[in-house]
């Protein structure tokens, strides 16, 4: 069972950084994907990067382009997303999912980490 650990969350006030890291256990999947998902107070999990292995193509919602840029840490296991930028509507939980490309699908979450933006 993989196991993801996020951290990094935190208060920052508006336009303000902050870098969240997620570490995975070891795992030997040979193509996967590791993203990034943000959840509101009373909003769905949205959809914010993602970074594909071993390609390393990233993608991006359009509400983060140009401020967040998500990155890997191979050796480590590890994803970070740092966040340029920040506006108050980017408060929420972030979460990390490892998503293990093939069939059958598998996905794996993390626990979350809270980032609160001040205006």
């Known amino acids: 069972q993989v196991q993801l650990v996020e951290s990094g969350g935190g208060l920052v006030q508006s336009g303000g950084s902050l870098r969240l890291s997620c570490a995975a256990s070891?795992?030997?999947?040979?193509?996967?994907?590791m993203l990034w998902y943000r959840q509101a107070p009373g909003k769905e999990r949205d959809f914010v990067a993602r970074?594909?292995?071993?390609?390393?193509?990233?993608t991006y919602a359009d509400a983060v382009k140009g401020r967040f840029t998500i990155s890997r840490d191979n050796a480590k296991n590890t994803v970070s997303l740092q966040m340029n930028s920040l506006k108050s509507e980017d408060t929420a939980v972030y979460y990390c999912?490892?998503?293990?490309?093939?069939?059958?699908?598998?996905?794996?979450w993390g626990q979350g980490t809270q980032v609160t933006v001040s205006s």
């Open positions: 970074i594909t292995y071993p390609s390393g193509v990233t």
């Open positions: 070891a795992f030997t999947f040979s193509r996967y994907a």
């Open positions: 999912k490892l998503q293990i490309l093939g069939w059958p699908p598998e996905n794996y």
